[in-house]
C-alpha cells in the first residue's frame, strides 16, 4: 500500500519572513496573517517559536495542529495594539487624548484591524479596565471610552499616554472570523492547540463549532471586557476563555491554567436563531488550573425544538478552581451577583451534565447562580467547596456554607460533596 505522507509543519517566528515557505526553522513565517493565508485545508502543524510574541486573529483550517518549538516560555498569540507611538495620540480636549485606531500609522502590535471595541488597557503590566460608554464619564486617569464607528478610542490621562507610560497596550474585541472576536478559532474541527500562551483579548481566547478538538497545556488570561452590541442589557461587556456556539461535539480541554477572564473560564451556549435543533455533546473539561474568573463554567441553551438533543455527555471533572469573582475585571462588572462558580441560564433543552471531583475555594458572591432550578440532568457531586463563613452556596436560595445539609437535602445536589467554612 502507498504510504500516507506526514501532514506539512509549518513555522512562525519573529525573525522570520513571509515570502519563505515555512517549512523549516530557518525558513519561518512572520505573521499569523500568513499563516490564514497559505495553511492547507486538509491537516497541517504549525508551530510558533518559544519567547516570541505574534499578533491577530488564527483561524484554524480543518485539521491544523498548533504548538511550539525552540526553547523558552510559551509564544504569545495576542491581539494587543500597543499604543506607545506619541505622534498618535492627539489631545481631544484637557486631560483627554483620543488615537485613531482605524490606521496602522498610530500603533504597533495588531494593527490590521481597525476595531476599537476595546476591552482593557494594560499600562506598564497593570490593567485598566474602566470602560466608559459616554465621553462626558471619563473622570479618572486611565478611563477610556471607544468610538467603534469612528475607530476611535479616548483615554483619560494628564498628558500624552505614550509619554507618560513605558508600554501601554489596548485589547480589541476583534472581529476578522465573525461577529464573536477570538485569538484562536477553531471554524472545521479535528484540530489540537498546546503549549501557547492566549491573551489581550477584548473578547474570547479560544471559541468555535468545528468538531473533535483538544486543547492543553495552554495559558489563556487577560481576556474579555469588549462591548457586546446590540445584546441583552444596554452596555453590556462580555469576553469568555474558551466558548462554544451550537453546534459542537467532542472537544477535551485538558492541564490549561485559564485566568482573568472577563466573564466564564469555559462556556458550551447559545441558540439558533433560525430555531433549528441545538447540541453540545461528548465535550470534556478536566484538571485545569482556573482561577480569578468571574465564573469558571457557565452553560446555558435557549431553544424550544423538541429535537435537540441538547447538552449530551458534558464532564467537568479534576478542575481547580480559586477565587471566583476576583481578578481584574471584578470590580467593573455591573451584575457582581454572578460572581461564582458554576452559572446557568435558561436550560431550555435536554441537559446531561456532569460536575464532580473539582475543587473549588473562594468563590466571591455564592458558589452557584442559576436563573432557573437546574434540571435532574445538572449532575453536582463529590466536589470539594471552600466558601468564607457566611457565603451563600446558591444565590437564588437563603442557606449559607453553614447550612450546607439542609441545601444538599432541599436541593438534592452536590451529593458526596464536601462543603468547608473558612475565615
Not at 461577529?179 to 484540530?191: F, P
Not at 481578578?327 to 451577583?337: A, C, E, I, K, L
Not at 446558591?394 to 441545601?407: G, K, L
Request: hydrophobic share 35%; proline share 7%; aromatic share 10%.
Amino acid at each position: 500500500p502507498t504510504a500516507i505522507p506526514a501532514p506539512p509543519t509549518y513555522h512562525v517566528s519573529n525573525g522570520g519572513d513571509d515570502s519563505n515557505d515555512g517549512l523549516s526553522p530557518g525558513a519561518a513565517w512572520a505573521t499569523i496573517q500568513k499563516a490564514n493565508d497559505a495553511l492547507p485545508g486538509d491537516g497541517s502543524c504549525l508551530l510558533f517559536r518559544r519567547g516570541d510574541t505574534f499578533y491577530g486573529e488564527l483561524n484554524l483550517p480543518f485539521g491544523c495542529e498548533v504548538g511550539a518549538y525552540g526553547e523558552g516560555p510559551r509564544p504569545i498569540l495576542t491581539m494587543f495594539k500597543l499604543l506607545t507611538r506619541p505622534d498618535g495620540w492627539a489631545e481631544e480636549s484637557p486631560g483627554i487624548w483620543k488615537i485613531d485606531l482605524g490606521s496602522p500609522d498610530t500603533h504597533l502590535g495588531y494593527t490590521a484591524t481597525t476595531d476599537a471595541n476595546i476591552g482593557f488597557l494594560d499600562v506598564d503590566g497593570v490593567v485598566r479596565p474602566a470602560l466608559k460608554f459616554d465621553l462626558s464619564e471619563l473622570s479618572t486617569t486611565w478611563d477610556f471610552y471607544c468610538d467603534i464607528p469612528n475607530n476611535t478610542l479616548f483615554v483619560k490621562s494628564p498628558g500624552n499616554p505614550a509619554l507618560l507610560s513605558d508600554s501601554i497596550k489596548a485589547a480589541p474585541k476583534g472581529n476578522a472570523y465573525g461577529a464573536t472576536g477570538t485569538i484562536i478559532y477553531c471554524r472545521s474541527g479535528k484540530n489540537e492547540i498546546h503549549d501557547v500562551h492566549i491573551t489581550g483579548t477584548g473578547a474570547c481566547g479560544i471559541r468555535g463549532n468545528g468538531s473533535d478538538v483538544h486543547v492543553h497545556d495552554c495559558l489563556i488570561d487577560y481576556i474579555g471586557g469588549s462591548w457586546l452590541a446590540g445584546q441583552y442589557a444596554a452596555n453590556t461587556r462580555y469576553g469568555n476563555g474558551i466558548e462554544h456556539w451550537p453546534n459542537v461535539r467532542r472537544w477535551t480541554i485538558e492541564n490549561n491554567e485559564i485566568a482573568e477572564v472577563y466573564d466564564v473560564a469555559w462556556s458550551p451556549q447559545g441558540r439558533d436563531p433560525e430555531g433549528g435543533p441545538v447540541c453540545w455533546e461528548d465535550m470534556v473539561d478536566r484538571n485545569n488550573h482556573i482561577h480569578d474568573c468571574a465564573q469558571m463554567f457557565e452553560l446555558w441553551s435557549q431553544n424550544g425544538n423538541p429535537d435537540s438533543p441538547g447538552f449530551v455527555r458534558i464532564v467537568v471533572e479534576g478542575n481547580l478552581c480559586e477565587r471566583a469573582g476576583g481578578g481584574v475585571f471584578s470590580d467593573v462588572r455591573p451584575d457582581q451577583n454572578v460572581r461564582v462558580d458554576l452559572l446557568s441560564y435558561k436550560l431550555q433543552t435536554p441537559v446531561d451534565i456532569t460536575i464532580q471531583n473539582n475543587t473549588f475555594d473562594g468563590a466571591h458572591t455564592a458558589y452557584s447562580y442559576h436563573e432557573n432550578e437546574p434540571p435532574a440532568g445538572y449532575v453536582t457531586r463529590n466536589n470539594t467547596i471552600r466558601l468564607k463563613a457566611g457565603t451563600k452556596i446558591q444565590f437564588q436560595r437563603d442557606e449559607t456554607v453553614e447550612e450546607a445539609a439542609a441545601w444538599q437535602a432541599a436541593t438534592g445536589r452536590e451529593v458526596g460533596s464536601n462543603f468547608i467554612v473558612v475565615p
